[in-house]
């Protein structure tokens, strides 16, 4: 056996200590023979996340009725043994480490185990047993040592899947496409009923509860999801890294102040919220592969964080939602907002700002990757040169924080800035700029903005957006449904745009409609 198999492994279970692994299959499986379920508790899947150089969280959650009212799934009201195993290979055979954790009533029975001491840039398979029943078998990785290069990472990135609007087949796609890092911009979940947004010819499927407020309410809904087979599919097949948008907590929240003040009443002043943001913030972490470093403290939940795969690159996971000012003028797009230049205005709170300017300094990678939610290159409708018409919910609402990250990179010397965005329900690839409305301001990094996976439904797949023409700055744009394919090596970074033909039927083929290059040391996109 591996002296992995011999050490003590941190549990990432909220309240949790110290797992040990046990030195034989025997042992872990007897621990969990008493978990007296007579029907199968892996029906919300598993999932791996976090990857490091020695390790990573793997991730299950036990529910025999997944739709429970309560959002306990069904389970007895008692903690529940569950064994784990991690492998070498998909027959688990070359057992590398196990234990046994409880998943706890208090935590809604989900399980986090956080592996250390593993070895750098491999591929690993793990499992979960309760009782007789033995969960799927889930593929991993841990990153590159920090000194290596490797010689590519496929990485897959996506966003916005609300289950009403469509079948999440794009996860199976991604699956089959069997990247090695999966990256989730936000919108995982939507909170809303039944019939509160609804797409034209209707939804063809329906959310279960009323609008999530409460953290039985987020519990339900996150199991609803996390049943679906084809979201199973794609945690299944590698590690991922997530951060939330607004959707799930509330839409267009902003720090402490919600979209309005109704929603079940939970939105009406700031205690209730803040009540509401810890509710939605438990119910996160119980469903994500996530680190102890992530458990929320109250309404407070730490997600940005910087994952490094080897010298190849830095993925600097953000989160634009807990800590910026409210919107400004509504949330939506407005005319000659000009307060949305104030420099004291921030879309990432001044300590998550000096966080990111500290990595890029000292960043010795190729490529420094934001993974982010809202559009970040300006996007302005107004074609007159003395009028702006942009969204105040995107970087657009916070151009002098947009400039400080921009300028940060660039006085970092940071070698290839890449910005991850989703949230728009739309395809766009986009040159980055300090100074938008200079045409004589160069281009200093690019950004890939992924579609949704099923939001607003099938989308028209128009290739065409008039704003282009006078935002030249804006390369590419679909409406189409689908998720983006990335290639990263020591040269360069491809960008595959993966679109579906439909959403509200299942089964839908996958293809490329587009593709960009991004070269090492050239900053701007290359078709």
Known sequence: MDNISR???????????????????????????????????????????????????????LALDPLAGNGLGGMPSRNVAVAWEVAEDPNMRSVVARGVEHARIETAHSVHVELRGLKPGREYFYRFRAGKHLSAVGRTLTAPALHETPAALAMAFASCSQYEHGYFTAYTRMAEDHPDLVLHLGDYLYEYKKDSYVIGGGNPRDHRGPETVTLEGYRQRHAQYKSDADLQAAHAIAPWLVVWDDHEVDNNWADEVPENNDAGQMNDTTERFRQRRAAAFQAYYENMP??????????????????????????????????????????????????????????????????????????????????QQVFFAERDRARALDVDDVSMDGWDGYAASRRRITQGWIDAKVRNAVVLTGDVHRNWANDLKVDYKDPASPVVGSELVCTSITSTGNGSGSTTDPVMAWNPHLKFYNDSRGYVNTRITRDAMTADFRVLDYVTTPGSPVKTLASFKIQDGVPGLQA
């Open 7 to 61: 050490r003590s492994l941190i549990s990432a279970g909220l309240g949790a200590g110290l797992v040990a692994a046990l030195p034989s299959a025997a042992v872990a499986v007897s621990t969990a023979d008493d978990a007296g379920l007579r029907t199968d508790p892996f029906t919300l899947g598993i999932a791996s996340g976090e990857p490091w150089a020695d390790g990573f969280v793997i991730w299950t959650r």
């Open 290 to 371: 996530l680190r102890a470093s992530s458990v929320p403290a109250g309404y407070d939940m730490k997600i940005y964080r910087v994952i490094q795969w080897g010298q190849l690159a830095n993925f600097h996971m953000m989160d634009t939602r807990q800590y910026r000012d409210d919107q400004l003028a509504g949330d939506g797009w407005k005319k000659n907002v000009a307060e949305r230049l104030a420099e004291n205005r921030s879309i990432t709170g001044a300590e998550q700002e000096q966080w990111l300017l500290e990595g890029f300094k000292n960043s010795t990678q190729r490529w420094d990757i934001l993974g």
